[in-house]
């Protein structure tokens, strides 16, 4: 098992109260890359620029609109948008337990249990701390003309109501904030 | 029953409640037939305000309820459940508007997927998700079950060509979840979940538009690796094809037996490769993908639409093509990286020698899909049992080689088992609280698409480390 890992669960079992933010960004790097599948796998603190330097030497890039190349790759997926969503596949998370949990995969297509890898693009640090994200990436060629996504619209009350009882499954404590 | 009173006497008109041994005989099982089981009273409503009616009537009595489109699906998601609810949303078929200068059409879960492109061919349209039962299957269901088809591998799989959905949940209360929606994935959940989280009951699609320039490549190979190889070559070029499919000896057999369209009886692998867009970037694609098929046995190309659709009509069959030369199948849905294509079908091919039960393959080469179809004998006793025996041993191969039980099927009550090796217990635990948070009382399609954890213990399921193989340098097999 992966030492820093273990030191992540260890600190979310210990708290009452993270704040997931640079002191994670520790956690970075490609854990798995196939050009020919399409498919990377990263630590989310990896620094959107240095992903996109890797599949860039292989003619491939992100499928989404990419506004600050200075972050890291977890905090594009917690502040969300679609088309990111679009290209995730898979997720590794520490969930409010300190569980370390995988759902989804590194394959393209992959409809086993609920889409959590989708679900929780857009949840802000406030569900689960993220560690690993596995994207499906394009050549070149196919993803020249990205644009910025449109504004989203505010959530309705119904939305707030299912996304604070969804908090609740994977923070039950309340440890995120 | 005090519910099929209930359903009568709130219920107008009495003849969309179907109940009697006779009558709910054809919903007795969708298009996994090994597991059948008639249910309680079937309800074929015509408007919003009757569902709310079936919802509240069903919450009161505590019955499940059952949605179904057209019960094609393949992993039993609409198979009835002991005294259960078939909620058939058969009649919500319409094609509610067209919007086509955004490229969005509104429409009801009811209606057939190829519909959607017949309608809006007029406007040089199209809806890309195309599963092979697109005549038959409905929109409701393919966001239920997340469909893929033939040629999601460049233009994705539904949840990728829904801008929004319409819910019910089992309380009543209507909800709208958008790709603009901020906040967390809450359109990424609906799809896949496979009736039970809520009631789809209207879906905004995206549509495309239709390609200026088409071509077809079939290409058959005398070895089933150089053909696998094909297929991660094209990609490693950078090429991207609309289509890219993969077909065994004997699955080849099965289909030009069955739609007599060409297909070469002497190949003992076929790859079906459709590349799209603009005509010079057809041509340049073109080029350098048959310069990667040098090495195919035959060639065949084909560049206009009657042709094209000729050729895939082979591929699209080959379900059906199958059904007729055996007395039953069972197909496999698992995906695996495309790396592993040739060694999975080694391995496929020495699981069917140990069975001693044959096996036709179609692959969506392309996004590393497989449909193995176990041919069987469900009249010979222990045939089945056998078969699934087999099959899960696919599905375990699938997991262990870093993929996953289902592409597009769908768990429903057939992976249920499978699921216990997917996934461990507290990751199974997340999914039915996620449940919970929809449907409390769980009345919504309950039992399916993901296993109870005793099930999983009793099973004695060892959840297999996915992908973990040690020493994954090392060729296999």
Not at chain 2, 32 to 52: C, D, F, H, T, W
Not at chain 2, 396 to 420: D, P, Q, R, W, Y
Not at chain 2, 450 to 466: D, I, Q, S
């Amino acid at each position: 098992m992966n030492d820093r890992i273990t030191q992540l669960q260890k600190i979310v079992k210990e708290s009452n109260s993270i704040c997931i933010n640079s002191e994670f960004l520790d956690y970075e790097g490609i854990v798995s890359y196939y050009p020919e599948e399409l498919i990377i796998t990263v630590k989310a603190g990896l620094i959107i620029k240095d992903m996109r330097k890797e599949l860039n030497k292989n003619n491939q890039d992100l499928m989404f609109f990419v506004d600050d190349e200075n972050i890291s790759i977890g905090a594009a997926y917690a502040n969300g948008g679609q088309d990111l969503s679009d290209s995730v596949l898979g997720v590794q998370i520490i969930d409010g337990n300190g569980n370390l949990l995988n759902f989804g995969g590194q394959v393209i297509k992959n409809v086993a249990g609920y889409d959590v890898s989708r679900l929780l693009v857009g949840s802000k640090g406030k569900l689960a701390l993220i560690t690993e994200i596995s994207f499906k990436v394009l050549p070149n060629f196919y993803v020249e003309k990205l644009v910025k996504p449109l504004k989203q619209k505010a959530s309705s009350k119904a939305h707030k109501v299912i996304e604070q009882k969804l908090k609740q499954v994977f923070d039950p404590k309340g440890i995120f904030k | 029953m005090s519910i099929i009173k209930d359903l009568l006497k709130e219920i107008v008109p009495k003849d969309i409640v179907i109940f009697g041994q006779e009558n709910t005989r054809v919903f007795e099982c969708d298009g996994l037939s090994a597991y059948k089981k008639k249910p309680l009273v079937v309800v074929l409503p015509e408007n919003i305000e009757q569902i709310k009616q079936v919802l509240k009537i069903c919450n009161l009595h505590n019955i499940p309820v059952i949605t179904r489109g057209a019960g094609t699906g393949l992993s039993g998601g609409a198979t009835p459940i002991e005294q259960s609810l078939v909620l058939g949303l058969s009649k919500f078929n319409k094609i509610k508007s067209v919007d086509v200068e955004n490229r969005l059409a509104v429409v009801e879960p009811g209606v057939r997927n190829i519909v959607i492109s017949e309608t809006v061919k007029k406007y040089g349209l199209y809806y890309a998700p195309d599963p092979s039962s697109q005549i038959a299957c409905t929109i409701g269901g393919n966001v239920a079950e997340n469909s893929g088809g033939i040629h999601c591998l460049k233009y994705g799989l539904t949840i990728h060509n829904v801008e929004a959905i319409k819910i019910i949940t089992i309380e009543g209360e209507e909800i709208t979840f958008s790709r603009q929606d901020y906040g967390i994935g809450l359109l990424a959940l609906l799809h896949g979940s496979e009736g039970l989280l809520g009631i789809i009951i209207e879906i905004t699609v995206k549509l495309k538009p239709i390609s200026q320039s088409s071509k077809l490549i079939m290409a058959g190979f005398n070895s089933v690796r150089d053909c696998a190889n094909s297929v991660a070559n094209i990609i490693k070029k950078g090429i991207i094809p609309a289509g890219l499919e993969m077909m065994d000896k004997f699955a080849i057999e099965a289909a030009e037996n069955f739609a007599k369209v060409g297909y070469p009886l002497e190949a003992n692998a076929l790859l079906l490769c459709e590349l799209d867009g603009d005509e010079q970037s057809v041509e340049n694609e073109f080029k350098k993908t048959i310069e990667i098929l040098s090495i195919a046995s035959s060639i065949k190309v084909a560049d206009e639409e009657k042709q094209i659709s000729k050729l895939w009509k082979g591929r699209k069959s080959a379900f059906p093509a199958v059904g007729q030369i055996s007395p039953d199948y069972y197909c496999m849905d698992g995906t695996i990286p495309r790396r592993y294509l040739a060694d999975m079908l080694e391995q496929i091919s020495k699981l069917s020698k140990k069975y001693n039960l044959a096996v036709a393959n179609v692959f969506h080469a392309g996004d590393g899909n497989l449909h193995p179809l176990i041919l069987y004998d469900a009249n010979i006793a222990g045939e089945l049992e056998k078969t699934e025996k087999f099959g899960m041993d696919i599905l375990k191969l699938s997991v262990k080689f870093g993929g996953s039980i289902t592409g597009e099927h769908g768990v429903g009550i057939e992976k249920l088992n499978a699921m216990c090796y997917q996934f461990t217990d507290k990751e199974l635990d997340i999914f039915h609280k996620i449940k919970k948070v929809f449907d409390p009382k769980s009345l919504l399609n309950p039992g399916k698409a993901v296993p109870e954890l005793h099930r999983c213990a009793e099973l004695g399921a060892m959840h297999v480390n996915k992908g973990k193989l040690p020493h994954p340098e090392i060729e296999r097999f």
